[in-house]
């Protein structure tokens, strides 16, 4: 009988680690990549690219002294090298946090020849607002693994986005940045 249940509790904890090896998380923290639906393998890398920091002021504030100072990320080129369906997804290593304290889907603003997002504001009257609000998208997440999350590209439009991981965007002229297109 003891080596009947000894058997029975090896083969559970067999299937039980054979069923956990089938995720497979990317490596490194904060490095995003597709997901591949069909086999849940990942795919592609999303490219890495420069951003800088570039302020404008509007023509009030030249003028008169008063008005608002707005901030940007610049990303050259007006596309991304990797085009998504919104019905694929990304998988991202967070180390186990929560992708929503560290994590930023920004939708470009495409210009000629560069494209762009607004991370800031300054106001004469209305004061500071950081972030990237107006450019940030919502997005939904699922556990994926141990230390990753899987976010769905469903609810984004066609057009330029990036991911940016919100720590190592801070106090910097520039930063890197995640890009990806949606067809």
């Not at 300054?122 to 107006?134: E, Q, V």
């Not at 450019?135 to 066609?158: C, D, T």
């Amino acid at each position: 009988m003891k080596k009947l249940f000894l058997f029975a509790a090896m083969l559970l904890s067999c299937v039980a680690f054979a069923g956990a090896q089938d995720v497979q998380e990317p490596d490194f923290e904060f490095e995003p990549f597709v997901l591949d639906g069909q086999n849940a393998a990942l795919g592609d890398p999303l490219p890495c690219e420069n951003a800088y920091v570039k302020a404008k002021a509007g023509a009030s504030m030249y003028i008169v002294g008063a008005g608002k100072v707005k901030s940007y990320y610049y990303v050259a080129g007006n596309t991304s090298s990797l085009a998504l369906d919104n019905c694929q997804s990304i998988v991202i290593n967070t180390g186990g946090k929560s992708p929503m304290q560290t994590v930023s889907i920004n939708r470009f603003d495409v210009l000629r020849n560069k494209r762009r997002f607004q991370n800031g504001e300054l106001g004469t009257f209305t004061g500071a607002s950081a972030g990237n609000d107006k450019n940030a998208q919502n997005f939904r997440y699922k556990k994926y693994g141990k230390n990753s999350v899987v976010i769905p590209l469903s609810n984004l439009e066609p057009g330029e986005y990036c991911v940016s991981i919100i720590n190592t965007m801070t106090n910097s002229k520039s930063a890197k940045v995640y890009t990806f297109s949606i067809k």
